[in-house]
Every structure is written in structure tokens, then in C-alpha cells.
């Protein structure tokens, strides 16, 4: 009975992972996505959104980095602890 909690506990674990690898993906993207479209509508210009698109997916890519980078140092210093 132990193992099948504690498995449930990784499953549970591992998708709260994966949620925040999505959403610390998506929100910039859009947000920036959302910021261009606007200027692009307002200054009557084709550029910002394909500009900002960018600026988002890396500032994504960033977000995602750290996040995994904080998991992999978490996960090192259990290893080191056990």
C-alpha cells in the first residue's frame, strides 16, 4: 500500500511539472503576442507582433531553463542527502 502512494505522489508530482513547464511557456508568448498585435493595430505597422512573438518565445525558453535547471539542483541535492 506504501509504494502505490508513494507512486501516486510521483504521478501527481511529475504533472504539476509538466503544468508549469506549459504555463511558464505560454503566458509570455501570448502576452507579448497580445502586446504586438495591439501596437501593430494602433501604429498601423506589420512588425511588432512577429518582433514580440520572439521576444516572447525566448523569454519563455528562459523561464523553462531556470525551472528545470532549480529541478535538476533539487533532485542533485536529494540524491547527495540519501
Not at 504533472?15 to 498601423?44: E, H, W, Y
Not at 512577429?50 to 523569454?59: D, E, N, W
Request: aromatic share 18%; net charge positive; with cysteine.
Amino acid at each position: 500500500m506504501g509504494r502505490s502512494n508513494k507512486y501516486k505522489k510521483s504521478v501527481y508530482q511529475s504533472l504539476a511539472v509538466i503544468t508549469q513547464f506549459g504555463i511558464n511557456m505560454l503566458v509570455p508568448i501570448f502576452l507579448c503576442s497580445f502586446a504586438g498585435l495591439f501596437l501593430d493595430r494602433k501604429l498601423g505597422t506589420a512588425f511588432w507582433f512577429v518582433l514580440l512573438f520572439f521576444v516572447g518565445a525566448l523569454a519563455g525558453f528562459r523561464n523553462i531553463f531556470i525551472l528545470a535547471r532549480k529541478i535538476y539542483e533539487g533532485d542533485k541535492k536529494d540524491e547527495d542527502q540519501t
